[in-house]
Each structure stands twice: as C-alpha cells, then as structure tokens.
C-alpha cells in the first residue's frame, strides 16, 4: 500500500496542477476565445480519438494489466512485449483508418447540415488517434513497470500547457484557427515523443525480435482476454463519447461545445480516481497472481473510502463555486449549469465504488465485465434516446449518470457475491452525510457580484473554507486512518518549514 499512496499522490499532485491549467483552457479561456461550433469540435474530435485508439489498440493495453506479470523479464526484453504491443496497434490503427475513409461519405450525409465545421475537419482524427494511441501504448509499458507518475505529468499536465499555448497563440492573431488546430495537434504528439524517451532513459526501450516468447498457452489466454476487454473498453468509451455524438446529431456543434465544457468542469472531480487506477491495476494483478485476497480486499475498502473523500470534497467545491464561476463564460454557457451536477454525481458515484471494475477485470471472471459493458451501451442509447429530446442536454447528463450508477451496482454486487469483498463501511456514509452538510452551508453565504476580481476573491475564499471545513471534519471524526496520516505528515512537515 505504500507503494500505492506514494505514487497517487505524486500523480495527483501533477493530475491537480494539469486540473488548474486545464481549468483556464477548457472552461474558461476556449469558451471565451472559441465560438461554442468550434469549441464542440475539438470535444467532438477528442471524444471520437479516444474510441478509436481504443479500438486500434486492439485490446492489448487492458490485456497487459493482466497478463504482463507472465512476460516480465528484464533479461530477455520482457520477452518483447512492447513490440508485440506496437505492431499489434499499428495493425488496428490501419483498419480504423481504413473505417474513417469508407464512412466519409455518411459523416458528410448526416452531419454536413448541423456541424459543417467537423466534416471539413474530419481527417483530423487520423493524426490524433494515432498519438492518442501510441500514447496510451508507452505509457501503458510504463505503468507496468511501475512508473504510473510519468504518463500522468505528461498527458496531465503537460499536454494541457502545450494547448493552453496553442490558443495564446491564436488569442494573439499570430495564427488562423486552421493554423491553430496543426499547433493543438503538437500538443497531442509532444507527450508522445517524451514518453517514448522516458521509458528509453529507464532502459526499457526494447525491440529486438530475437527475446519475442510468448508460448501457446498464454498465446491463447492473451487473444481470447485482448477480445474481450477490447469490447469492454470499446464499450466503455462508446458510453462516454455517445452523448456528445447524439447531441450533436440532434442539437448540433454549439450544443455540444456546451455540454463538453460542462464535462470537463465534472471530469475534474474523477482525476484522483485516475491516478489510483493507474498505480492500483498492476499490484491487483500481482496478489492474482498469487490469489492474496487480503491485499485486494484491503485496496479495494480502502480506494472506496479515500476516492469518496477526495471526490465529495472536489464535488462541493465545484457545486458550491458554480454561479461565480458562470459569470466568466458566455451567457449561452448557463445551459450546462445542471450538466456539471448530473456528470458530477455520475463521477462520484464512480469513484465511490472504487476499484472494483479493476478486480474483476483482473480475476477469472473478468468475461462478466465485458457483458456488462455491451449490455450499458444499449441502456445508455435507449436512455438518450429517450432523454435528449426531452431534456436537451441536462437529458444527456441525467442519463449518464444513471448508466453509472446501475453498472456499477452491477460490478459491486457481482465482487461482493464472487469475492466475499465488501468495501463499505458507516464511514463512507459519514462523508457522504458531511459532504451534503457542507454543501447546504456554503449555499447559505450569499455569492458575490461585480467584477472578475472579486469574484475571484470569492471563489477562492468559498474554496478554502469548504477545503478546510471539510477536511478539520474528516480528520476530527478520523473518518480514514490515510487521510489522518496524510494530513499529519502535512501539517509536520509545515511546521519543520515554519521553524
């Protein structure tokens, strides 16, 4: 465990500075820089990059979480996983680009009325997927070797500076919005580059063909486990792009630049869930391996409870900050005010449940998770379907949230019946009842109106006595021995500077 807290929080700490920048870019400087068409393109070719490196990976990063302990050998080159996984992508990404030209001519039918802009940047997502996949690939290798921290800095916080940047650039009138998406692109392939050095310098750079070993059984085990996890990823990243591409369908571009900036406002909330997933996946994968359910059980309780925490007090920031914050977007940009609420709850309803999506990924049961991903996909289409024109896009955040909340019902009860592993506590509905208790205070201070700076001056100070209310409160009721720990280590280490 050790292991694990010290490198999600190395993670997190990159995650929130990235937060920070990504906060300016995304959901404050494009909505003011961009027109919402152009703002929902670049939500709309990003959501779309993800599903298709996902699928060009062919299912091999999700199989190496897995499968890796089986090929890990520094003697012989990890018996040439990284250029199995390579050429494996490039093979997938080929077919995808093969699919991107023979659905041309439909993107044009269905899309040229409502969004011009994205048929005529169409063939954009070529050069996109292909960093976002030979991203995840090496960055992927890198968490297997237990460097979850590099990846995160670079794709984190990294990439969100190179596009801050990108869009000074255009702020500045020194390039055409044509010019400023070859430079937003930069920002895409840049981490690609620096991670592939990184894993060079820690000399696991390997590509020798002559240490590829990969016997018939665990040849078999890894297809047969690559095909089902890639219709589970698949599946999960169709969830997550669905709405926005239905939204646009129906709605158009400036809608869907709405509920992206909305998104990103909510997906702040999921970003200590991301670094733990990262450190979390390879040692559950190891105590498989030698079937120590004890350890599982114990980073499964234990991600339950620290992922709440640390998800409810980010969710009553942002929740409690909102009608401040809307005073620095557009007026059109109000309309995603419930957005953020309904995609927030959906997160926190995720990072409740913890890991428990990595342990059955990781356990003999792991064909369970792909079914209950296609199932998701066709709730979570007949759920849009139903919502969208109903409630426009407050619809398509209301049915995010419940597709979340019933898979991972779904996981939770499937790992507490197979497992015997049930991670919840009166402490996790301690912290839920303390977040609501905050909230509700922080709504009765009435928010300022004028100018930006004071506005500023309130979002900070509102920030800064929820942050302190909320975790006096989790400490005082030592409502997680990590957090008490954590903040102890803190606040000596406060003190030793102050002397």
Wanted: hydrophobic residues 50%; proline residues 3%; contains cysteine.
């Amino acid at each position: 465990m050790g292991i694990i807290k010290r490198q999600t929080i190395q993670s997190s700490i990159y995650a929130y500075a990235g937060v920070v920048v990504g906060f300016l870019t995304q959901g404050l400087f494009f909505p003011n820089l961009l027109s919402e068409e152009q703002v929902g393109l670049l939500t709309l070719l990003i959501s779309l990059s993800l599903v298709l490196a996902q699928a060009s990976n062919l299912g091999l990063n999700n199989a190496g979480g897995r499968y890796f302990p089986y090929f890990r050998n520094i003697d012989r080159q990890h018996n040439g996983y990284l250029l199995i996984t390579s050429l494996t992508t490039l093979v997938g990404f080929s077919l995808c680009v093969l699919l991107l030209w023979l659905l041309r001519p439909w993107v044009i039918e269905v899309y040229q009325k409502e969004s011009s802009l994205f048929v005529e940047y169409y063939y954009l997502l070529i050069p996109l997927t292909l960093f976002t996949v030979y991203f995840a690939v090496f960055d992927n290798y890198a968490r297997l070797l237990y460097d979850p921290v590099t990846g995160t800095l670079l794709q984190q916080f990294v990439q969100r500076v190179l596009i801050l940047l990108a869009g000074g650039l255009y702020w500045l009138g020194w390039v055409t919005f044509p010019q400023f998406l070859g430079v937003w692109l930069l920002a895409f392939f840049v981490p690609v580059v620096l991670m592939v050095i990184s894993v060079s310098r820690d000399e696991a750079l390997f590509f020798s063909r002559k240490f590829v070993s990969v016997d018939a059984n665990l040849r078999r085990n890894l297809t047969r486990y690559a095909g089902l996890t890639l219709t589970s990823a698949l599946s999960t990243q169709i969830v997550w792009t669905i709405d926005k591409l239905m939204i646009n369908s129906k709605q158009g571009l400036g809608d869907t630049g709405i509920y992206g900036t909305a998104s990103y406002f909510a997906a702040v909330i999921a970003v200590p869930a991301t670094a733990l997933y990262k450190v979390s996946g390879t040692l559950i994968a190891e105590s498989w391996k030698t079937n120590d359910l004890k350890n599982i059980a114990t980073i499964y309780r234990k991600s339950c409870l620290n992922q709440l925490i640390a998800g409810c007090l980010v969710f009553v920031g942002v929740a409690a900050n909102l009608p401040s914050v809307f005073q620095f977007l557009p007026p059109s940009y109000e309309a995603g005010y419930y957005v953020i609420l309904w995609l927030g709850l959906g997160k926190l309803i995720d990072m409740a449940t913890g890991v428990n999506g990595t342990i059955l990924n990781t356990s003999r049961f792991y064909v369970y998770d792909t079914l209950f991903f296609v199932v998701l996909v066709f709730i979570t289409i007949a759920v849009n379907l139903y919502l969208i024109p109903r409630f426009g896009i407050n619809g398509a955040a209301m049915g995010a949230a419940l597709t979340t909340l019933l898979y991972n019902l779904a996981r939770t009860l499937f790992v507490g019946f197979a497992f015997q592993m049930q991670p919840f506590t009166w402490r996790n509905i301690a912290v839920v009842v303390l977040s609501a208790l905050i909230w509700f205070l922080a709504e009765q201070v009435p928010h300022t109106t004028g100018s930006r700076w004071l506005l500023g001056v309130d979002i900070v100070l509102r920030s800064t006595a929820i942050s302190i209310l909320f975790l006096v409160s989790v400490y005082a009721l030592k409502l997680s021995p990590d957090a008490n720990e954590l903040l102890n280590s803190v606040w000596l280490r406060i003190r030793k500077i102050s002397s």
